[in-house]
């Protein structure tokens, strides 16, 4: 037992707050987490939350601007480790699920800026091009 506490420390989940041994040299980036799922349930929550403070919800019909970064290519952009991801797409998959590999998330309103899930649609590479 003397030999646990020289290596390990107790220390509490960040997400479910239950306690468990760490050891005392490994934490990730400040951050506590039981299991991985935990930590990737928490990053999840953590996009969520920063996602939704850069949309002003309102009509349902109506676009929803993306308040927050914007790359080059005019599109929304939700920062994220290690690859930025675009808030079009990423409220696509929020609300509707996965996009199928091979296909485009698009704009029906033809406004890159809008993140509303009643707006984006996907389609073939084909379809896209047409779209735009």
């Known amino acids: 037992m003397e030999s646990q506490k020289k290596y390990f420390r107790k220390v509490k989940c960040n997400y479910c ?5 760490r050891e005392k040299k490994r934490g990730l980036n400040g951050h506590n987490f039981c299991s991985r799922r ?7 929550g953590n996009r969520v939350k920063r996602f939704w403070k850069h949309v002003p919800k309102g009509d349902k019909n109506k676009c929803w601007k993306w308040m927050g970064n914007v790359g080059t290519n005019g599109y929304g952009m939700l920062a994220a480790n290690p690859v ?13 699920g996965k996009i199928p590999f091979g296909l485009f998330c698009m704009h029906n309103c ?12 996907v389609g073939t590479p084909k379809e896209n091009s047409v779209e735009s």
């Open 17 to 21: 707050s239950d306690f468990f041994l």
């Open 38 to 44: 935990h930590y990737g349930d928490w990053i999840l």
């Open 84 to 96: 930025p991801l675009a808030a079009h797409r990423f409220s696509y998959e929020l609300h509707k």
């Open 110 to 121: 033809a406004t890159p800026l809008c993140v509303n899930p009643k707006h984006l649609s």
